[in-house]
Nanobody, 124 residues
Framework: QVQLVESGGGLVQAGGSLRLSCTTS????????MGWFRQAPGKEREFVAG????????SYADSVKGRFTISRDNAKTTVYLQMGSLKPEDTAVYYC?????????????????WGQGTQVTVSS
């Protein structure tokens, strides 16, 4: 059974940094793109960042461009989200997801396996 396990969430002050990790099973990771989404209370789940299978292609939501960086380590079957200059509006549950193809997409429907989520809270 394919599993995605996120870690690295927590409480941080505005302006601080966090690095999220998502460890996956090999079959999923070696075939597909990976993405990070987030969902704040009362809001819909939204795309944050995605990375292609090769790692050469990345995509970011406008709200996080220049502050967040997605990367992947194929040997460790892990994808990371380095978050910097955090703002209170970044507070949400962050989800890792495995894509349906090697290419990056911003739409949740293009991802078919999801982690359980990790809470990120940014205090002002």
């Amino acid at each position: 059974q394919v599993q995605l396990v996120e870690s690295g969430g927590g409480l941080v002050q505005a302006g601080g940094s966090l690095r999220l990790s998502c460890t996956t099973s090999g079959r999923t990771f070696s075939s597909n793109s990976m993405g990070w989404f987030r969902q704040a209370p009362g809001k819909e789940r939204e795309f944050v960042a995605g990375i292609s299978l090769s790692g050469d292609g990345t995509s970011y939501a406008d709200s996080v461009k220049g502050r967040f960086t997605i990367s992947r380590d194929n040997a460790k079957t892990t994808v990371y989200l380095q978050m910097g200059s955090l703002k209170p509006e970044d507070t949400a549950v962050y989800y890792c997801a495995a894509g349906r193809s090697p290419m990056v997409f911003k739409f949740a429907a293009r991802y078919d396996t999801w982690g359980q989520g990790t809470q990120v809270t940014v205090s002002s």
